[in-house]
C-alpha cells in the first residue's frame, strides 16, 4: 500500500475570497468552482491530518455543561500548516452526541466571529466522532461508494484530533454540504438547497410554505427570497397516484438517474438511516442548469448493515428488501421510494445500477481489500485513541467480529467485512 503523506501547505487563510457569504440573495457574488480545489489536500481520501482546537478552559466547560445546547466559543483551529484564530467550536451531533462519553464531536464555523474568515476556502469542518461505529470505517467507506458510483457526495476521510494538545482520538472528517460544496459539484451554486431533518417525508402538505418550514425541512440557501415553490411542486408530483404522470414529469423535476444510483447503494449498504428509513440525513439540491433536484446523502456512520434503530434486527437488513427497503414501523409514506419504483422503467434502471454494483470486478467486489487497506491505514491512530468507547480487541476485531454498540445494548455492530461478505449473495438472489 502507498505511503500516505500530509501536504504541508504555505498559503495563507483566506479571508473572504470570491464569494465570502453563504446565500445568493445577499449581494455576495458567487464563489467561484476553484475554492472546492483550495481543500483537496485536507480531504484526501486515504489521508489522516492533524487537526489541533485551543479553547480556554472556561470555554471548555462551557461546551460540557450543555453539550446539546449548540453554543459557539471561540477558539484556534490549526490545520496543514495553517492557524485560524477567533473560529466558533460547537459540539455537534444527535445520537452520536447522546453516546459520546467524552468523545464529543465538533463542529468549526471559521466566520462565526470573523466575518467571511476561510480555512483553504471552507467556512465549516466536520470532525465526527465515530463513536457509533466500532471499526470506524463506515462513514468514511459508504461515502466514497457512493462517489464512485457517481453520487454526489460530500468528501471524507480521517483526523487526529488534539485539544489544547491532549489527542482526544481518531475522527471523520467529513465535508460540509453549503455553497462551497455545491460549486465544487455543481455549475451553478444559486439554486435552493434544503436540509432534511426526521419524518422528512415528502409527502404533500399542501400548497403553503408554513407547512413545510416548520423544521422538517431547512433551507440552507436562498432564506431572503423564501421560495419554497420547488419543493413544493415536487411533492404535489410524488402525491399522484398516476403513474403514467409521475414517468413523465419527475425526470424534469428530480434528477432520477442519480438519485436511483444513490437508491442501490444505500439499500445494499442497509442503510436505515435516510430517506429511506427514518426520511432523515439527506439534502435536495435543485440545480439550476438542469432545473431537477439532486438527492445528496449526509450522516453514514451506522450504513454497513448497523442495526438496533427503528426494530431491525442484523438478519433483517442481511436480508433487506431490495425493492422495499423501509423500517419495519416506518413514520409516514415514502413517495419518493414507493412511487418511484411503481414506475417499471424507473424500476428497471434500478435494477441495473444494482447488477453494476454487484458485478465480478465492480464497486462491491473491491470493498474487502478496501476495507482492509483502510484499516491499516487507521490502525495506529485509533488503538492510540484514548476516549474511543470501544477496547482495542473490540476494534481490532471489527473487520469480521461482531460487537456491541456503545452503552453495550443489543443487538452488536455487525462486522463490516462479514456485512459485505454476506450482504452480497443475499440482494444478487432477490435480483430478478
Known amino acids: ?9 504555505a498559503a495563507s487563510v483566506d479571508c473572504g475570497g470570491p464569494g465570502g457569504g453563504d446565500t445568493d440573495d445577499s449581494g455576495i457574488p ?6 472546492g480545489t483550495l481543500s ?3 480531504y484526501e481520501t486515504g489521508a ?7 479553547i480556554a478552559a472556561a470555554d471548555l466547560a462551557t461546551l460540557d455543561a ?3 445546547a449548540r453554543v459557539y466559543v471561540s477558539g484556534r483551529f490549526e490545520a496543514l500548516g495553517q492557524v485560524v484564530d477567533n473560529v466558533g467550536i460547537r459540539y455537534k451531533g444527535n445520537s452520536s452526541l447522546a453516546r459520546a462519553g467524552t468523545k464529543k464531536s465538533f463542529n468549526v464555523d471559521m466566520n462565526e466571529y470573523v466575518a467571511d474568515q476561510r480555512f483553504l476556502g471552507r467556512n465549516e469542518i466536520n470532525l465526527n466522532n465515530t463513536v457509533l461505529d466500532p471499526s470506524m470505517e463506515r462513514e468514511v467507506s459508504a461515502y466514497e461508494l457512493f462517489r464512485e458510483l457517481g453520487v454526489i457526495a460530500p468528501r471524507a476521510n480521517y483526523a487526529r484530533v488534539y485539544v489544547n494538545d491532549e489527542y ?3 475522527y471523520v472528517n467529513v465535508e460540509e454540504v453549503d455553497k462551497r460544496f455545491l460549486a465544487r459539484t455543481f455549475a451553478d451554486n444559486d439554486g435552493n438547497l434544503y436540509k432534511q431533518s426526521s419524518t422528512a417525508s415528502l409527502e404533500y402538505r399542501g400548497a403553503l410554505p408554513t407547512a413545510y418550514d416548520d423544521g ?7 432564506e431572503i427570497a423564501n421560495d419554497w415553490s420547488d419543493l413544493i411542486a415536487l411533492c404535489e408530483l410524488l402525491a399522484s397516484n398516476d403513474m403514467t404522470r409521475i414517468e413523465r414529469e419527475l425526470p424534469p423535476r428530480l434528477d432520477v438517474g442519480r438519485y436511483l444510483r444513490w437508491l442501490a447503494a444505500n439499500t445494499y449498504l442497509s442503510h436505515i438511516d435516510a430517506y429511506t428509513g427514518f426520511a432523515n440525513n439527506y439534502y435536495l439540491y435543485r440545480d439550476p442548469t438542469s432545473g431537477r433536484f439532486v438527492y445528496i446523502p449526509w450522516d453514514l456512520d451506522i450504513t454497513f448493515g448497523t442495526a438496533g434503530h427503528g426494530g431491525t434486527t442484523t438478519e433483517y437488513l442481511l436480508d433487506w428488501n431490495i425493492y422495499d427497503p423501509q423500517v419495519p414501523s416506518p413514520v409516514g409514506m415514502r413517495p419518493m421510494l ?3 419504483l411503481a414506475v417499471p422503467a424507473f424500476r428497471a434502471q434500478y435494477t441495473s445500477v444494482l447488477v453494476e454494483l454487484l458485478a465480478d470486478g465492480g464497486l462491491v467486489a473491491g470493498l474487502p481489500t478496501k476495507l482492509t487497506q483502510r484499516r491499516d491505514l487507521i490502525q495506529s491512530a485509533a488503538l492510540d485513541d484514548p476516549r474511543k468507547p470501544y477496547t482495542d480487541a473490540e476494534f481490532t476485531s471489527t473487520l469480521d467480529g461482531d460487537v456491541l454498540a456503545t452503552g453495550g445494548s443489543p443487538p452488536p455492530v455487525i462486522g463490516i467485512r462479514r456485512f459485505v461478505t454476506e450482504r452480497t449473495p443475499r440482494v444478487r438472489a432477490q435480483l430478478p
Do not use: C, E
Not at 458567487?30 to 475554492?35: L, N, Q, R, S
Not at 422538517?216 to 436562498?222: G, L, S, W
Open 1 to 9: 500500500m502507498r505511503a500516505f503523506a500530509i501536504l504541508v501547505l
Open 30 to 35: 458567487a464563489i467561484d468552482a476553484a475554492v
Open 40 to 42: 483537496d489536500p485536507f
Open 48 to 54: 489522516i491530518v492533524d487537526v489541533r482546537l485551543t
Open 66 to 68: 450543555d453539550p446539546f
Open 168 to 170: 482526544w482520538g481518531l
Open 216 to 222: 422538517t425541512y431547512r433551507k440552507q440557501t436562498n
Open 338 to 340: 414507493t412511487k418511484v
